[in-house]
Nanobody, 121 residues
Framework: QVQLVESGGGLVQAGDSLRLSCAAS????????IGWFRHAPGKEREGVSC????????YYATSVKGRFTISRSNAKNTVYLQMNSLKPEDTAVYYC??????????????WGQGTQVTVSS
């Protein structure tokens, strides 16, 4: 059974850092791209970052480029999102999702339950 479990969210102040984790089970992480998304109240869901399952290419939304870093540990079956220099506009529920194959351009086929990130000014 495919499962994705996010953790690491919390309440921080602007300028602080958080590291989100996405623990995967039920499949071989190396064969799939994993994306991070966020959904803030009153806004559409936004793709934040993605790491491919093959050459580990990484992609970032313009809004987070230079502040967020995505990485993966296949040994731990976990994908991380290191978030630095957090801003109040980063406040959202963050989700990780498995893509349907290696590439980040593929659609998502499994989602985690989300973790709340709140950044106070």
């Amino acid at each position: 059974q495919v499962q994705l479990v996010e953790s690491g969210g919390g309440l921080v102040q602007a300028g602080d850092s958080l590291r989100l984790s996405c623990a995967a089970s039920g499949f071989t992480l190396d064969y799939y791209a994993i994306g991070w998304f966020r959904h803030a109240p009153g806004k559409e869901r936004e793709g934040v970052s993605c790491i491919s399952g093959s050459d580990r290419s990484t992609y970032y939304a313009t809004s987070v480029k230079g502040r967020f870093t995505i990485s993966r540990s296949n040994a731990k079956n976990t994908v991380y999102l290191q978030m630095n220099s957090l801003k109040p506009e980063d406040t959202a529920v963050y989700y990780c999702a498995r893509k349907s194959g290696y590439g980040c351009l593929l659609s998502e086929d499994n989602w985690g339950q989300g973790t709340q990130v709140t950044v106070s000014s």
